[in-house]
């Protein structure tokens, strides 16, 4: 749906309405280009999903049937990445550690084999750069692993960024370019007249003018009033328990991203062992359960047994934005200067880069990426995007 471009980058006022990676890329790049621009957090900026993360850029690994549309668009993402961090490094002066060693997805059985052979074939199908790889081998990459194990699908190009870094960095970058970040500071309500975004109102009742108001809510976005039903996008809360157990640093059990059977654990260079993530249709229930939690370590056990002394830094629960589809809503809608940026669910971190560049550029310029075409609001209907 095509957008009516603010007439000029220099003097377009955008309200972007959440502070996670999502709507604190988007402000990036929009005030890199001139933009005068307020983010909004109900809370502390980058506490929802942005932080509860595992990082990892799975544009590869996690390609399945149905999905392709979507592993395009992931790809186009992971290809930025490179660039988007060193750019990000170099105005920010925080690391975001993107790292090289790429991603074991690992079959302990000739089950797993079977399953992960069968899903390779659809995989490389799609021109996607993965490969299997023998028992030794895997065990040569990673020497902490089972004891019996049947190989393993190598993903090169399926890297990981450490996503608490890449909140904080976009934050410093976003204000070095001029946006404003306002914490704790919830918005009620889109305003409109006769089918144009006025700008928000504030749970405290204040008015914020704007001529573009984009909504990176992520989980929350379908609660922000004034729009009618149809308008508001299909996205639900999608639970997910994750821990972190602390490996010595200098002696890390894990070097690649691991995708076992039951579980993914995710190397930090700070020594920290990401195990994650549960998937569950629970609303915003914010519970670690202690079938949650067990579930991931006994799969984090099998695949890696010394996990089991190592200490249990932290656990925590956090909710993806699923839409529909499971794929982003992105794009303009019918209600003239309304930005949809939310529904990235298990990659807002892969899709943080191409939603800055291809969201600030429908801002700007009115364009609409051919990247983001298919994610528009549009494909889901009026009726389906009303129904929850
Ligand atoms: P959020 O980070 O949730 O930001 C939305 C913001 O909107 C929040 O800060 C919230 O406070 C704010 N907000 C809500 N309501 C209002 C309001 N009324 N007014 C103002 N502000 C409001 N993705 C990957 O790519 N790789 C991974 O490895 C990965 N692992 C994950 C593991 C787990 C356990 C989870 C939960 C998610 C994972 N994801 C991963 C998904 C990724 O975290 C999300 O897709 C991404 O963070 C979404 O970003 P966002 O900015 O849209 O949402
Ligand atoms: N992408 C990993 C997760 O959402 O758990």
Redesign the pocket.
């Given at each position: 749906m095509p957008n009516r471009p603010a007439s000029n980058a220099n003097n377009a006022s955008i309200a972007v309405i959440g502070g996670g990676v999502i709507g604190l890329g988007v402000a990036w790049r929009l005030a890199q280009r001139g933009a005068a621009v307020q983010v909004f957090d109900r809370g502390a900026a980058g506490a929802g999903a942005s932080h509860a993360?595992?990082g990892?850029l799975?544009a590869c690994a996690?390609a399945e049937p149905g999905e392709e549309g979507l592993t395009a668009l992931g790809r186009e993402s992971q290809a930025r990445w490179p660039a988007f961090a060193a750019e990000l490094l170099d105005v920010s002066g925080v690391d975001v550690e993107l790292r090289p060693e790429g991603t074991l997805v690992l079959a302990l059985t000739a089950d797993d084999q079977a399953r992960l052979t069968h899903q390779l074939v659809f995989q490389q199908k799609l021109g996607l750069p993965l490969h299997w790889i023998s028992a030794a081998e895997t065990r040569r990459r990673e020497p902490h692993l089972a004891g019996k194990l049947a190989g393993a699908v190598f993903s090169p190009e399926d890297t990981q960024v450490d996503n608490r870094k890449l909140v904080a960095a976009l934050r410093v970058a976003a204000e070095a370019a001029g946006a404003s970040i306002n914490e704790y500071r919830a918005v009620k309500a889109i305003s409109s007249r006769s089918g144009r975004v006025e700008g928000i109102v504030l749970a405290d009742g204040t008015k914020v003018a704007a001529d573009t108001v984009v909504l990176a809510a992520g989980a929350w976005a379908r609660s922000i009033e004034g729009l009618e039903p149809e308008l508001r996008p299909p996205v639900r809360p999608?639970k997910?328990q994750?821990l972190a157990l602390r490996m010595d640093p200098a002696a890390p059990l894990l070097s690649h991203v691991l995708w076992a059977p039951g579980a993914?654990l995710v190397p930090r260079r700070d020594g920290r062992l990401l195990v994650?993530?549960t998937?569950e249709e629970k609303g915003y229930d914010a519970d670690l359960t202690a079938g949650g939690v067990l579930s991931l370590l006994e799969a984090a056990w099998r695949a890696v047994p010394a996990v089991e002394d190592l200490p249990i830094d932290e656990m925590w629960v956090g909710h993806?934005p699923g839409s529909r589809d499971d794929a982003p809503i992105l794009g303009a809608g019918p209600l003239d200067g309304l930005i949809y940026a939310t529904g990235h669910?298990?990659?807002g971190?892969?899709l943080a880069p191409i939603t800055a560049d291809t969201i600030a550029r429908l801002a700007l310029d009115g364009t609409v990426d051919a990247a983001i075409r298919p994610f528009g609001i549009e494909r889901f209907g009026s009726v389906a995007a009303a129904a929850e």
């Open positions: 993360a595992a990892m799975a996690e999608i997910g994750m993914y994650g993530a998937v993806r669910h298990r990659n971190i892969l």
